[in-house]
């Protein structure tokens, strides 16, 4: 376990649906990132936010969005889902906002299939 | 700009062999580099990071990596392979400034072969 809790772990909807994706992570970080992983695309990310306030924007549709609560779980709105949509969906934290300086804790990963 | 290219899409070794997988970078900055592994159906799992101290990491069950700048080089070695090393591998570079300069390479699946 690696400390970074992902909900829900599977999730099957149907083209035009809305989904919600959530994050606990680890205790005592402080920045919350969201990956895409699919088999096409690899590894993409998406968001980052720290301590509440979006810190960067990476390839997040327009459709996509998410954000960072007091208790510093975050949520990631995936909406008009389409068929392409279907992906593992990473969340994963770090004490400090410097992605690159600091080790992230991936969590297990949301599967997301769009039908 | 930064990127990294993981040379081999697949590796197969036999368990005992030694391990070699292979990553180049490009960075306009005297980068940070990390191997990640995934195991099936897991998040990612740091393996090890460089961050411009000894050129030789050493990281976790017994992996390690050799930063060579001359070569744009830091590829992921490990003596003894491991039926517990099937999984796939990540080599990561960034910049050290924001999350959007955090460069995941496209993967290496290692299977380890009885």
């Known amino acids: 376990d690696s400390g970074v809790t992902q909900t829900p772990k599977h999730l099957i909807t149907a083209t035009g649906q809305r989904v919600t994706l959530r994050c606990s992570p680890r205790s005592g970080d402080l920045s919350v990132y969201w990956y895409q992983q699919s088999l096409d695309q690899g590894l993409q990310f998406l968001i980052q936010?720290?301590?509440?306030?979006?810190?960067a924007k990476g390839n997040i549709l327009e459709r996509f969005s998410a954000q960072q609560f007091p208790d510093l779980h975050s949520e990631l709105n995936l909406s008009s889902l389409e068929l392409g949509d279907s992906a593992l969906y990473f969340c994963?934290?770090?004490?400090?906002?410097?992605?690159?300086?600091?080790?992230?804790?991936f969590g297990a990963g949301s599967r997301l299939t769009v039908l | 700009a930064q990127s990294v290219t993981q040379l081999d899409s697949h590796v197969s070794v036999s368990e005992g062999t030694p391990v070699l997988l292979r990553c180049n970078y490009s960075s306009s900055y005297s980068p940070s580099l990390f191997w990640y592994v995934q195991h099936p159906n897991k998040g990612l799992q740091l393996l090890l990071k460089y961050t411009s101290a000894a050129t030789l990491v050493k990281g976790i069950n017994g992996f390690e990596a050799e930063f060579k700048k001359s070569e744009t080089s830091f590829h992921l070695t490990k003596p003894s392979a491991h039926m517990s090393d099937a999984a796939e591998y990540f080599c990561?570079?960034?910049?050290?400034?924001?999350?959007?300069?955090?460069?995941f390479g496209t993967g290496t699946r290692l299977t380890v072969i009885p």
């Open positions: 990561v570079v960034s910049d050290g400034s924001g999350a959007n300069n955090l460069f």
């Open positions: 994963a934290s770090s004490v400090t906002g410097f992605a690159g300086a600091n080790v992230l804790t």
């Open positions: 936010y720290y301590n509440g306030e979006e810190r």
